[in-house]
Every structure is written in C-alpha cells, then in structure tokens.
C-alpha cells in the first residue's frame, strides 16, 4: 500500500522524533493520530490529538478507537514514546524503574496488541519501534542499564511479532537510534556526544524521522532492527 493513504498512530508524538515522525507523515498525506501526555489540539484536520499516559491501557483504547472513527482504520503504528536516562544501575530509584516500564515496555504493549488486532482483521499493517543501540553496544561513558533493559525487549519482541504476524500481512519493524539532537540534550553537551559516535556527531531527529519513512515503505522488509547511530553500534572506536 502507497504511503499516500496510509493513516498513522505515533506515540510520544509532542515534541522531538514523534514530533519530526508526524510531520513527515502528514507530508506524505496521511492522516495521523498522535498522542502523548502533553500534546495539543493540532490545526491540522487530518491530525487528531489524544492525550493520555502510555502505560495506561485505556489511553490506547482511546487511541484506535479515535482513528478508528476519524478515518476508519490504522495502517501504521508508531512507537516512539519512551524514556532514558543515564545513570549508574544502583542509583536507579523504584520510581525510575516504574517509569522506565511503564512507557517503554508497558506502552509498546497496549497500544501494539490494539493495533495488531485491528491490523488482523484489516489484512495489512505495519508497525515500527524505536529503540536505542546502547542495547546492542553499550558504551562506559553513558551508564543506561535501563534504557537496554527494556529497549532490548522492545528490540526481540519486533523479531519474535514479525513471524508471529508475517502471513498476516502484518510488517514489524525497529529503528535503533544513537544520540539526536532533541530537546533532551542541551546544546553545550552536543560536542561530547558527539565524539561517541564513529562519525564524531550526534544524529538528527530527521535522520530517525527519514529511517521510519523507509522502513514504512519497505514492504519486503520485516523484522528489521535498523541501526541510525552514526557506525555506534558496529564497534568500538578510538576518541
């Protein structure tokens, strides 16, 4: 199916890659619900806003039930909302980790059940995750235990949910970002961000924004953990 007709859920969708995600969607024509806890009304008919907490089982009950009754079906989920943080494993608080599960893994859950019933029944779907590739090459300088405790799940749960759903019709899909240039990291910091990546700069939100486009597009494509980190995750490199 043509990214043109495609209508699209994002989640964490306020403000930095969900933000840059619902643009570039919205660019392309489609229609798009979009969510997370902050977001606004939008001026755009073709974008409708939910806001909601991503661990909570009715906000993605809200959500496709919102898309639903706008434009009658979801061809894409997106699942952006996360959080991180960097610290030391033993300075993590019970807090911190309630948070880290419920919007990383609780949220990916809620809202991918939803959209994989509908999609089923639809006969197609795509959906798409992000990641982050400290799961895949975690890094001294950026002590994020938690961020590949619950990302790396995100990471197997996209391989396992692509067989399970590939004769559905149902594409599932993942984009492994390394540092962006987001409202999380202040501008005196992107230089030594930076110098952790192989190509010596962080990543731009359209560097993610443009790796969710390919992947939606891609139809023969699934089960694909897709690595946007400026070389992070292939190895190591000399500072």
């Not at 089982?57 to 959500?63: F, I, N, R, S």
């Not at 859950?109 to 992000?130: C, D, N, P, W, Y």
């Not at 110098?195 to 891609?218: F, K, Q």
């Amino acid at each position: 199916m043509s990214t043109q007709q495609k209508v699209v859920v994002v989640t964490g969708a306020s403000q930095g890659i969900g933000a840059g995600i619902v643009s570039a969607f919205r660019a392309r024509n489609c229609p798009v619900v979009a969510t997370s806890r902050s977001i606004k009304p939008a001026a755009d008919a073709d974008v409708v806003t939910v806001q909601g907490d991503i661990g909570a089982p009715d906000t993605a009950e809200k959500v496709f039930k919102t898309a639903l009754d706008r434009f009658g079906r979801v061809d894409t989920l997106v699942n952006n909302a996360g959080v991180f943080m960097a610290k030391p494993f033993t300075a993590y608080s019970h807090d911190d980790y309630a948070l880290y599960l419920s919007t990383n893994v609780t949220g990916f859950f809620h809202m991918t059940q939803r959209a994989l019933e509908l999609m089923s029944k639809q006969g197609h779907g795509h959906v798409v995750s992000i990641t982050t590739s400290l799961v895949d090459q975690p890094m001294s300088a950026v002590p994020a235990a938690l961020a590949s405790l619950t990302k790396g799940a995100l990471s197997a749960a996209t391989r396992a949910l692509a067989i399970e759903y590939a004769k559905a019709g149902i594409r599932v899909n993942a984009v492994s970002p390394g540092i962006i240039k987001t409202p999380m990291h202040p501008a005196e910091a992107h230089p030594a961000l930076g110098a952790l990546h192989p190509m010596g700069r962080m990543g731009d939100v359209s560097d993610i924004v443009d790796a969710v486009v390919y992947l939606d597009g891609a139809g023969f494509v699934t089960g694909e953990v897709l690595h946007v980190d400026g070389g992070q995750a292939a190895g190591h490199h000399q500072l």
